[in-house]
Every structure is written in C-alpha cells, then in structure tokens.
C-alpha cells in the first residue's frame, strides 16, 4: 500500500479510496429503484441496502424478488429514480443473458438514472463488469461505512479517491444520522498497537481509535528519569518519543482512516497536548476537572494543582478550536456517588467548558454506572444531564452526545458480555449519540485484541441498525419524574457555587474559581462512598441503590435523602464561614423550624 507522508497532518481531509463524484444537484425526495433480477429470490442485501438508504432520505421503492427486466425497465421510466440497484446471487452464467438484455434496454432509455448498482456474488460482479454500465459493485459483506460513501455519491472506482472528512465534527456531520464509532486500544508492546491500529482501520469498523498510553507515558513521557522500567506497558502502550507517536498516525492510514485521540496525562498537560497536534492530530482532548491526582491515585499533582491545570489545559484546547471532554461526572459515579452529583457535575463541566471559550464540548454519557442501576433509571440520569447542558448551547457553544457502556457492568463470561454490549447499547441509542464510544465487550477479562474490538464494533453496528430503522420509544413517565428530579436536585448544586467564595475576586467568576471548586470536595457537597479516609475529600457519603437510582441514604434515620437535604445539612456547620451563604442560612433556619 501507498505510504502517506506525516505532512497530511496539515490539511482537513486525506484522500482514501477511489470514487466517482456525482455533480448534480438531488431533489429533497430522491429515489431509489431496487430489485432482483431473473430468478434470484435474495433480499436480504437489497433490504440491509435499502435501510440505510431510508436513514440518509432516500425513498426506496423494492420492486421484488425474481423481476423480469421488462418489469424494470418500466418502473425506471415512470418513477425516474436517482439510483437504480440490481441484485443476482446465483451462478455467474445465468446472469449473462439477463445483463445483456438489461444493458440493451437501458440504452434506449431517454432519461436514466443518475447512478447504477449491481449487487451479487464475486463471480457474478465480474460477469456485471464486463459491461460498464455500472457506477459501483457490491458483493456482499460491505462494511456501513462503505454503503454510505457510496449512498453519498462516492465510489469506489479504479481511476479517482474519495476525500473523507480527518476531522472530528466534519466526520461527525458526514456520518450522519448515524454516529461515528470510537473504541479504546493499546497494547503493552508498541509493535502489536501499530500491526493493531493497522487491522483496525482495514476492518472499516470504527471511526476513531482511542490510543491508550501506559501509565509511563502519561505521567513521565517529560520526565523519563521518573520512569519506572517495570511498569513499561503498564495500562496501555508505552510511547517513548514523537517517532512512536508519528508511528501510530501512519498506522491509522488505510481502511477508513480513522481519527486517533488520546489521553490528556496527569501533568505537562499543555505540552503533551501540543505533541498530541503535531503527531497524531489528536481528534480531541479529554481533561478531567477533579481526577487523575493524588486523590485517586492516578497522578502526583494535589487536587488543587491539578484543577488548576486542568483549568489551564481546557483553556489552551479552546484557543486552539479542539473539541473538549471533561471526563469528569461518571467517576463519581465509578465510585458509588449519588445519581444527582453526577448530574451536577456534568452541568458543571459545561459551564466550565464554556467560561474557557470551548466552542464544541463533548459530553460523554457513561451508562451502566453504579452497573447496579437500573436501564431506566441510567436513561433518566443521563436525559438529566444532556438537558441541562443543552441549557447553555448557543452560536459559539454546542454540545456533541457521546455515550458508551459502563466497563463495570461487563460480566467476566464473554458470551454475557457480548449481550450486555447490546442491551446497553440499544438504551443509549435512545439519546441519538453523535458519537458512540464501544467498549469492547472483553474489557472485564483482558485488554481488547484488535479482533475483539471488531466484532464488538460489529455487534454494536448491528443494534444500530436495528433502532434506527425502527421507532422503538424506551422513555416511559417514570423516566421522565426521575430526570426532572435530578435536574431540580442539580440545578440546586450548581446555584450554590457563588455562595462558596469568600471574596469579591473569588465570586467574580465562581465556576472557574480553584478555590471554590476544591471547597465543593474538601466539604463533601461533592463526595462518594469510595472516598472514605481520602485526605482530599469527606467520604462520609453512603448510598444505596433504590428502586434502580443510586440515592443517599441517611444511615441514622435508614431513609434515603435527596441531595438538597443531605448539603443542607453539610452547609449549617460551615455557612459562619462565606458571607455568601446567607440566602442559605435562611433556608437551613426554615429547615430546622419545620422539623
């Protein structure tokens, strides 16, 4: 194959495969003519073609199986289709005579479509090439990604290239309606994540490769006398200067040519960021607000360092125009948060993301966290947050909806795993992502094989195609009551902010204020029960799951609490210190009057 020289980095799209463009201008209703021709009876393809051909605005007009070409002919002439598709799957010598009589008739049509398929087995496409009427051939077993190339006017032909979109939202935007495929890889040895990344992309499965670094190299990649050499490919793979970066852009170019990303690190975070554009073009940055420190245990700086360089980090990826991802609401949630301060968090990320001047804002949706919550209640959870980020949306602010399956909730049986991929997938599907991030179905046993994450983005495409062709509605009044639930609960959480500075420079911008975002931990308005003994945050939280919500349970009363009362209660034995918390005051007085 061709090698591509690292200076494409330089322009928004690469040129891939060959294709023939089609210059006229299309109607708002364009329409498609399908059928199987002589005796073929196999509809299965022609059904799959026509699927996504509805999904991209088509009208399909399936003519039948074992259709006589008189009977063709006719309908071309009267509906005048934009693209008429053939199909014959039996035995290439009974073609011949059918193409010969079809290529005769079509030529004395006045006006014929503007494109022409024919779909059949190996041996019968040679048969159909042979008399170069066709615009493009289909034998079967065609990835969605090439069905939609061809559905968008790009074919893949011998003589020209197709341009796909190397840059997020534009991919995004061609993909459309359905999501672009993200899935995580690395592997502990550099030669088998290049060879992996290779296979990946010639599958056409997916649309961005997530590159997994090890522990090594986001922590020390800048300081590799601080490497611990035991601990190479620890997490991911180890990736010890630009020419292992520049390594993985050129593996990634062949297939589909997928985006890479990559993890932000856990320090140096503007100049691994600059490495990341000048190597693989990173597709976008994904930067926590409280994580990936000392208080996880995931990074040496504090947790007031590392908001701070977070802040600075999410800041320089919005002057730049890259698309950011605060990754930061589903770990509370990983540690058994309550529902509501997940949803706080996100609202508070957006708002983060939009103070910096982030122009697009990636909203990860993580399902299946706490993996004990019920799909319903995670579908409100997640409406919830998606609501009220979409509150903020406007000309220089919008948000882009990525989901995924918790990894937690993977059973360590592959078969079950493989069904709980599904299952999740099709509740997330509700959301019509824009992105959906598979995790691979083995990640609960052992990190994906480049096999492993095709058949997961196989399995995954598989729902997909399902949901959209259908008008399956999961949100039910019970989802409904719990999303605005959270939202009210959240809502609240986020208007106290301004209330936790303690002077006129801290409360002039309060959601990007470093103090006022560590009070939200070091008090436990933000907390989770996994944090208990943590010297950053309370842990004093418990929680349980009711009714399929994760919820805070009073443990002297044994009665859950909604997160408006438990803060309350937080905010009475430490209002005496923020002059702002007077309006609260007030309301903790009138709490205390009414019991």
Known sequence: ??????????????????????????????????????????????HNFMSIATQLGYNCIFIGPATPIPSIIKVIERVRPEIVGLSYRLTPHTVKPLLVEFEREYMKLKVKPKKLFFAGTPKVVEEAKAHEIFDHYFIGGESKYQILAALKGEFADQQVQQEIPMELISRIEWKKPYPVIRAHF??????????GIEEIAEASALDIISIAPDQNTQQNYFHPEECIQSLSGAGG?????????????????????????????TRDFIKLAELYQR???????????????????????????????????IEWHAKNNIPVEINDPHHWGLRDAPDAIEVADMFLCGIIAKTLGVRYFIAQYMFNTPPSNSLEMDLAKNLAKDELLHELVDANFKIIRQTRTGLASFPLNLEKAKGQLAAATLIQLTMRPDILHVVSYSEA???????????????VDQ???????????????????????????????????????????????????????????????????????????????????????????????????????RILQILSKISHEFPQLKQVRKKIAKMELME
């Open 237 to 265: 793979v180890p990736l010890k200067s630009e020419a292992d970066f520049f390594k993985l852009h050129e593996a990634r170019l062949r297939g589909n040519f997928p985006l890479l990303r990559i993890y932000a690190g």
């Open 463 to 565: 729902v997909i195609d399902q949901v959209y062709s259908s008008k399956l509605n999961v949100i039910d009044d019970r989802v409904t009551q719990r999303k605005e639930d959270l939202i009210k609960q959240a809502r609240w959480i986020i208007d106290l902010i301004p209330s936790l500075t303690k002077s006129t420079d801290e409360i002039q911008n309060p959601y990007i204020n470093l103090e006022a975002l560590t009070r939200l931990v070091k008090h436990g308005i933000f907390d989770a029960p996994h944090l208990k003994n943590n010297k950053y945050a309370q842990g004093k939280i418990k929680t349980k799951i009711i009714d399929g919500a994760c919820i805070s349970w009073d443990d002297q009363l044994q009665k859950p609490i909604d997160e408006i009362e």
């Open 279 to 313: 190597t693989i073009k990173n597709a976008w940055a994904a930067i926590p607000i409280f994580w990936f420190n000392q208080m996880d245990g995931r990074g040496p700086l504090s947790l007031k360092d590392s908001i701070k360089e977070h802040l600075k980090a």
């Open 445 to 459: 046993s052992h990190a994906a094989r480049p096999e492993e994450i095709i058949e997961s983005c196989n399995i």
């Open 1 to 46: 194959m061709k090698k591509f020289r690292i200076n494409y980095l330089n322009f928004p799209y690469i040129r891939v495969i060959n294709i023939t463009r089609s210059n006229s201008k299309r109607n708002t209703e364009p329409k498609i003519v399908a059928a199987c021709i002589g005796q073929c009876v196999h509809v299965a393809g022609a």
């Open 186 to 195: 690395g592997l502990p040895s550099l030669e088998n994540t290049i060879k």
